[in-house]
């Protein structure tokens, strides 16, 4: 394992230079014992490694001090005359001892470069391991903010959802008190007064030719109040879609539709229908009655189809006119749930709360809306069955 005494402090300074002394002094040591072998041939034989080792491990001044202290101990331990600083041979030690501090050098300043270039990667690495834990550490606070951004926009939007069914099911309720008022009160008040204007009606020989005309149109526009009054009234919430059923109610209204508007429309039911839940037979009677007022008002076709279907356990609505179509532009928004209109909203609001599905085609030959609901049996229809 590469260990490297760079510290800067003073303790760590003194170690780097405590362990070149130490390594200079062991390398005379073990020259002097190989001294009986070697005589004063290659004195510098062991220095070469301390120097080495000191320049790797220890810095470039305690290596430094690992060469010098080596020379020195040479020229006194090791050359002779052995303890003494004399020359025998001046040309030849002083050129050696010159040589050895020279390489020495050399060595010690291509490991000093390596050594600061390996602490320069090392530090790059620190400072890039620290920016990628700073980035991380980023990234997953945004990742935590992000992630709670979009729990708390699911949140919003289940509230919304939430508040958009209740909302829709005030309105059906608010639309059914409002029937049974115009039929109860409004209707019943109607009513009482066609029977007192027919009654004068009755005596109108009795009138002046101008009264009795009055009456007479009086009579006239009371029953065709009443009969708006009624129509109104089915239309706001339809009386028979509670009590004989969906199939029922919609035949009801295909046919005043038609009568009102003069689009013909052709309505197929499957056979053996059945009774659903109340929330699926409310929700497929507003979509189609959504559809045909849409055909009545933008498509301008004289004909209509609606279609119903049980496949797989699913009911299929589907309504089809031969008019001019929705605008590339316009049916981007209706098919886009954000930008759709409100009776397309509506739609798929009341869709998404049973789990159904709209689907919206159109082209310049018609539009055909189709709509799926997973199938539901009336709770209450099964109820009495059991019960009956």
């Not at 800067?8 to 040591?29: E, N, P």
């Not at 959504?290 to 797989?312: F, Y």
């Not at 869709?351 to 539901?376: C, K």
């Amino acid at each position: 394992m590469k260990f490297h005494l760079t510290s800067s402090s003073k303790t760590g300074g003194l170690l780097r230079y405590g362990l070149a002394i130490l390594i200079a002094v062991a390398a005379l040591f073990l020259r002097q014992l190989m001294a009986p072998v070697l005589g004063d041939a290659n004195p510098f034989h062991t220095a070469w490694p301390a120097v080495i080792f000191a320049a790797w491990f220890c810095g470039m001044f305690p290596a430094i001090v690992t060469a010098v202290i080596d020379v020195i101990g040479i020229w006194y331990f090791i050359l002779p005359p052995v303890h003494s600083f004399k020359f025998v041979n001046p040309q030849a030690e002083i050129s050696g001892m010159l040589g050895f501090l020279f390489f020495s050098g050399c060595i010690i300043a291509l490991s000093e470069t390596n050594r600061r270039s390996l602490a320069r990667s090392q530090l790059a690495e620190e400072r890039l391991q620290r920016a990628h834990d700073e980035l991380d550490q980023r990234v997953q606070e945004r990742t935590a903010a992000l992630t709670k951004a979009s729990e708390t926009l699911n949140l919003a939007n289940e509230n919304f959802r939430a508040l958009s069914a209740q909302l829709l099911r005030l309105q059906d309720d608010e639309r059914r008190r409002i029937a049974r008022e115009l039929h109860d009160s409004i209707g019943q008040l109607l009513a009482a007064l066609g029977m007192n204007v027919a009654r004068v009606h009755q005596e109108s020989h009795r009138l002046s030719s101008e009264a009795a005309r009055a009456v007479s149109e009086n009579l006239v526009m009371v029953n065709e109040i009443s009969r708006e009054i009624r129509t109104l009234s089915h239309l706001l919430h339809p009386p028979m879609l509670d009590e004989i059923g969906l199939p029922s109610a919609l035949r009801w209204y295909v046919d005043g539709f038609s009568e009102r508007s003069k689009v013909e429309v052709k309505l197929e039911l499957p056979e053996g229908l059945g009774r659903l839940s109340k929330e699926m037979e409310l929700t497929i009677f507003r979509l189609i009655q959504e559809c045909l007022t849409n055909i009545h008002r933008h498509s301008g076709s004289k004909s209509a189809a609606v279609r119903l279907r049980q496949e797989d356990h699913h009911v299929t609505i589907e309504v089809q006119d031969q008019g001019t179509g929705i605008p590339a532009d316009k049916l981007a928004d209706v098919t886009a749930s954000n930008r759709a209109g409100v009776g397309f909203r509506g739609m798929r609001e009341r869709l998404r709360q049973l789990d159904g599905t709209l689907e919206i085609r159109s082209d310049a030959t018609g539009t055909t809306v189709i709509a799926s609901l997973p199938r539901a049996v009336d709770a209450d229809a099964v109820i009495s069955s059991s019960i009956n």
